[in-house]
């Protein structure tokens, strides 16, 4: 069992970093900057991606999860919190079956993810990928942004 996930782990390795083991420009793995201003950092995990509020929006007056549904987490901070998670390869630059969570409104949508000419196209949606938005995030080289504030 054990063996299997390191192999999977090894192959999703691959898929996302090319076969040289690099992670470059050709794979979502790294930091991206959303449409409102905000960082994420997309990471592999487990066999998926993921990815985490690496920095807030520079607009963000509250640095925490005030509109989750669940009034045990509204207390808890963005900084670092994981809200994208299970996005799975289903073709080259193409991640689908992902969960997206929104602090800005506190709801939680499908998701995928496609690179498609250097930028990230992060698509949510509710039901089906027809009924949804796409938002373009850019990416931002490594370590020249500020972390969380």
Excluded at 66 to 91: P, Y
Excluded at 133 to 149: D, F, H, K, L, M
Aim: hydrophobic share 35%.
């Amino acid at each position: 069992m054990k063996r299997s996930k390191l192999m999977m782990s090894l192959l999703l390795g691959l898929l996302v970093c090319g076969a040289g083991g690099l992670c470059g420009q050709t794979t979502v793995v790294g930091d991206w900057q959303t449409t409102v201003g905000a960082v994420v950092h997309v990471f592999p995990c487990r066999d998926a991606m993921c990815f985490k509020i690496a920095r807030l929006a520079p607009t963000r007056v509250d640095p925490k999860d005030g509109k989750n549904k669940d009034s045990v987490l509204r207390s808890r901070e963005l900084c670092g919190l994981t809200i994208g998670s299970g996005f799975r390869a289903d073709g080259p630059g193409h991640f689908a079956s992902g969960e997206v969570y929104d602090p800005d409104s506190g709801h939680s949508y499908q998701g995928t993810m496609t690179l498609k000419d250097g930028k990230l196209e992060m698509r949510g949606y509710v039901g089906i990928s027809l009924f949804g938005i796409t938002q373009t995030w850019n990416r931002v080289p490594e370590r020249s942004y500020a972390g969380c504030r």
